[in-house]
């Protein structure tokens, strides 16, 4: 739809006089797709969740004993991305904490989301959010780390307790800061005499598995737990039960939760995925003034995330893989080129913009990176006696071209 016609919608019409007419009563006189859009946003925590009976059962399981004093394994729990793990161990630590309270039981549980800035980003912050939640206020710099674990230890050592330390997205908390952290953490259980230390690590990337010490992997991984991607049905389940709540009458059908659900269900299982298309749709269709949200109002919505994702994922590359991106894109002259094309064009960026060059093996690397995130596609070819060489394509949409330009162009020229 045109801006134009999108204005003219809202009822922002040419015929309208500003002075007569307030230019937002139009909008008002409108009954709204949305009852209540907080519904949709995937930091609302719905009092049922639903196809997760198991993984939940499995955790609670391995947590009880902390009931009766005893020490909970570490757990190192999985799964793709809006599997729903964080919302099935904030439904399990909620609960915990509600029968601690009855029973009397010293449970403490902290939740720290590794992605949160200010939080994770050292081991610093980290160790002053873990004393800041044990009642403990330290400043924001200046101390050495090591007294501020001697801190932490002494001060929930004074009482006998168990602690559970959630570390949601953990990945991210290794990558900055190393695994010593956690060898700490759970190394300490040996020398505390009153309280036990549980750690239960959630990620949607094994690969940071990799970076762990032996020991560390085995110690988290006591008990672990895989969340499957959702199929279509069990994601229309979830959209039936937030649309409910989310819409208003009439204003969506059952045709148009299904086509999200297969549509998420396709891609990753993923039901963040699957309310973010609702949402959109709604939102799309509210603006083109429809009484209800209809197909094509999805399809819209599908366009808009995807470009979306991408473009942000391109904004957060790092800087050598954007310099990678812009020798591809640069390349005009034809649909394919080489990896060696792209490195000639790749070392003139650095130059220009006093990047370090890296070697041709790491380009390949990263080149293989932008593959995986499906910004452009690599095909090994054989060129006969002359070996082989690789053809890099990009896989994006004029649409997301303009857009990887706009923020590239400011960054390399
Ligand atoms: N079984 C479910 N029932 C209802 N809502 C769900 C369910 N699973 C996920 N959701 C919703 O989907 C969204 C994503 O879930 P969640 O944040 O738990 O995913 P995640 O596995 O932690 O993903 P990530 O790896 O990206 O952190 C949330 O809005 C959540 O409310
Ligand atoms: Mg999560």
């Known amino acids: ?121 050292t081991e610093y912050r980290l160790l002053a959010q873990l004393l800041n939640e044990v009642g403990v206020l330290v400043p924001d710099t200046g101390l050495p780390t090591d007294v501020l674990y001697k801190k932490f230890f002494n001060e929930i050592d004074k009482k006998k307790q168990i602690i559970l330390i959630v570390l949601d997205e953990i990945d991210a908390l290794i990558r900055k800061v190393g695994d010593e952290f956690l060898y700490n953490l759970i190394r300490i259980n040996s020398e505390l005499n009153n309280t036990k230390i549980s750690v239960i690590g959630i990620t949607n990337d094994l690969t940071f ?112 893989s954007q310099a990678i991106l812009y020798a591809i894109i640069n390349n005009k002259s034809e649909n394919k080129i080489s990896t060696k094309e792209v490195f000639s064009e790749y070392k003139k960026i650095c130059l220009k913009n006093n990047l370090r060059v890296l070697t041709q093996r790491r380009v390949s690397d990263l080149i293989n990176e932008l593959d995986i995130l499906g910004i452009i596609d690599t095909k090994v070819i054989s060129k006969g006696r002359y070996g082989r060489t690789r053809e890099i394509s990009l896989l994006i949409t004029n649409d997301i071209l303009d857009n990887a330009k706009k923020i590239l162009i400011p960054i390399f020229e």
């Open 1 to 121: 739809m045109e801006k134009q016609s999108i204005l003219y919608s809202y009822g922002f019409d040419k015929e309208t006089k500003t002075s007569k007419h307030n230019i937002f009563k139009n909008y008002l006189s409108r009954k709204s797709i949305f009852k209540n859009k907080e519904f949709l946003l995937s930091s609302f925590i719905p009092d049922e969740i639903l196809h997760r009976d198991k993984e939940i059962m499995e955790i609670s399981s391995i947590i009880a004993p902390s009931l009766r004093g005893y020490k909970p394994n570490n757990i190192f729990i999985y799964g793709g991305v809006g599997t729903g793990k964080t919302i099935c161990i904030k439904k399990v630590l909620e609960q915990l904490n509600e029968i601690s309270l009855q029973n009397k039981s010293n449970i403490k549980t902290i939740y720290i989301n590794c992605k949160m800035k200010r939080v994770a980003d």
């Open 209 to 320: 598995t990799n970076y762990l010490d032996a020991r560390i992997k085995s110690s988290l991984g006591e008990e672990e737990i895989i969340f499957h991607p959702y199929n279509a049905m069990q994601l229309r389940d979830i959209l039936k039960q937030r649309a409910k709540e989310a819409f208003n009458k009439n204003t969506i059908k059952i045709n148009i939760i299904n086509k999200c659900a297969a549509i998420a269900a396709q891609e990753h299982g993923d039901a963040r995925r699957a309310l973010d298309l609702l949402r959109v749709a709604g939102e799309i269709a509210e603006r083109e003034n429809s009484s209800e949200i209809l197909e094509k109002h999805v399809n819209i919505a599908e366009e808009k995330i995807e470009l979306d994702t991408i473009i942000e994922t391109i904004r957060s590359l790092p800087k050598q």
